[in-house]
């Protein structure tokens, strides 16, 4: 049974679909949505160069409530340096900054009196079926693997530090937590900024290819604090297949998928896991990104999108 929230969410999004134009709060109309291809990623009114302010925002913000958490924990004994924090603020701090991608992100989509709905940023099933999204995410993992993997050979970029820098050494209660922001907070955030905003923003500009470049060029560079400088090029290239996978599924889910099951690989391999130690890290991490898929669902936070039947119907 839907809840009033997700009653009220399902009525927008109707409305926005279609092209109509969004009901705001005093009854006028709001700005008119752009048709839609029922087999892509949504089209949507936001202006291009919201998608820098969603990303500087985020960082901003970030910045202000990461010394909201560091200050009290330094005055309380933890020893902060320029080059070294507690792996636990560590933690803290990432999950800060993730949480801080999604809401600077809807924010952003809102500016403009516009309403927000959850199909704009791609949480629908796979117009074209979960099967199709699979194998792109398969293709796009295979691709990225072969390609890290010449890539390594050709430059040997020097170790990953950020399961260090987590603390992951340190305790079983670390372990968990570094496994459950790598592998599921991390991915579904960054995929609501990256892919569910940024780059739907940027293709207003120039359409999906420039938009995916400048988006994966982005999502490499943001990684510059935890990841060697060698690594940020393939780390680019998966951010531009993840900007096609979203525009060629129509979902944002299948990038939730593909994105964490890449970071359970890095993360299993920098953690010289055997192939039975990989499985219950997969499993459940794509378990935990369902089951708040699912919790928001029921929060109405994501609205039960019942049309999608018509949705596949409509993709020849």
């Not at 890290?281 to 089951?291: H, K, P």
Request: hydrophobic letters at 50%; aromatic letters at 10%; one cysteine or more.
């Amino acid at each position: 049974m839907p809840t009033p929230a997700s009653r009220e969410l399902f009525a927008f999004e109707e409305a926005g679909e279609n092209g109509a134009s969004s009901p705001v709060e005093d009854g006028t109309p709001g700005p008119p949505q752009p048709s839609q291809d029922p087999g892509r990623s949504p089209n949507t009114n936001w202006p291009v160069w919201t998608a820098f302010i969603a990303l500087i925002g985020g960082l901003v913000l970030t910045t202000v409530l990461t010394l909201v958490i560091d200050i009290p924990a330094a005055a309380l004994g933890a020893k902060i340096t320029g080059s070294h924090t507690p792996p636990g603020l560590t933690i803290a701090d990432t999950f800060v900054q993730d949480v801080c991608f999604v809401l600077v992100a809807i924010w952003c989509a809102q500016l403009g009196a516009r309403k927000v709905a959850s199909w704009q940023f791609g949480l629908r099933r796979p117009p074209a079926g979960w099967g199709r999204a699979a194998g792109w995410v398969g293709v796009l993992l295979l691709t990225f693997i072969l390609l890290s993997v010449i890539w390594s050979s050709a430059v040997n970029p020097s170790k990953e530090k950020l399961l260090e820098q987590l603390g992951t050494n340190e305790g079983t209660l670390l372990l968990v937590l570094s496994a459950a922001l790598t592998c599921i907070v991390a991915p579904m955030c960054e995929e609501f900024l990256f892919r569910g905003y940024m780059f739907t923003a940027l293709r207003n500009w120039r359409g999906t290819l420039p938009a995916a470049l400048i988006t994966g060029l982005v999502f490499g560079a943001v990684h510059a604090g935890s990841a060697p400088a060698l690594d940020l090029v393939p780390l680019a290239g998966l951010g531009f297949g993840l900007c096609l996978l979203y525009r060629h599924t129509g979902s944002l889910y299948p990038c939730f998928a593909a994105h964490a099951l890449n970071n359970c690989i890095a993360f299993a391999s920098l953690e010289h896991w055997h192939w039975h130690q990989w499985l219950p890290l997969i499993a459940g991490s794509l378990a935990g990104i369902t089951c708040v898929v699912l919790l928001f669902t029921r929060l109405g936070l994501i609205a039960d999108r019942v049309d999608d039947r018509s949705l596949r119907a409509a993709i020849p």
